[in-house]
Nanobody
Framework: QVQLVESGGGLVQAGGSLRLSCAASGRTFSAYTMGWFRQVPGKNREFVTKISWSGGSTYYADSVKGRFTISRDNAKNTVYLQMNSLKPEDTAVYYC???????????????WGQGTQVTVSS
């Protein structure tokens, strides 16, 4: 069992920045591919980004490329999402996720955090 807890959400103006954190506990954090999803009311949960266990490989959805950066600190059991140049369309609940391989992370993560709200005003 892996427990994930997100933090860092809030209200920001368009063009601003936020940094989300996801603290993990339970199993060995470094053994998992980690990522972020987001969801708005009435829509499916959307994949945002993922990072390999070593931190050496990352992947981003087209909608956030060039604006968001995922990173991880295995010594702290924490993954981060730096969000720059935020747009109103980025408004959503952001969820941290974990899986034992990179394919599962994108398609069906094994573990989810509770979510943190990000609201971008125009």
């Amino acid at each position: 069992q892996v427990q994930l807890v997100e933090s860092g959400g809030g209200l920001v103006q368009a063009g601003g920045s936020l940094r989300l954190s996801c603290a993990a506990s339970g199993r060995t954090f470094s053994a998992y591919t980690m990522g972020w999803f987001r969801q708005v009311p009435g829509k499916n949960r959307e994949f945002v980004t993922k990072i390999s266990w070593s931190g050496g490989s990352t992947y981003y959805a087209d909608s956030v490329k060039g604006r968001f950066t995922i990173s991880r600190d295995n010594a702290k059991n924490t993954v981060y999402l730096q969000m720059n140049s935020l747009k109103p369309e980025d408004t959503a609940v952001y969820y941290c996720a974990a899986a034992r391989n990179r394919v599962l992370l994108t398609t069906s993560p094994e573990y989810w955090g509770q979510g943190t709200q990000v609201t971008v005003s125009s």
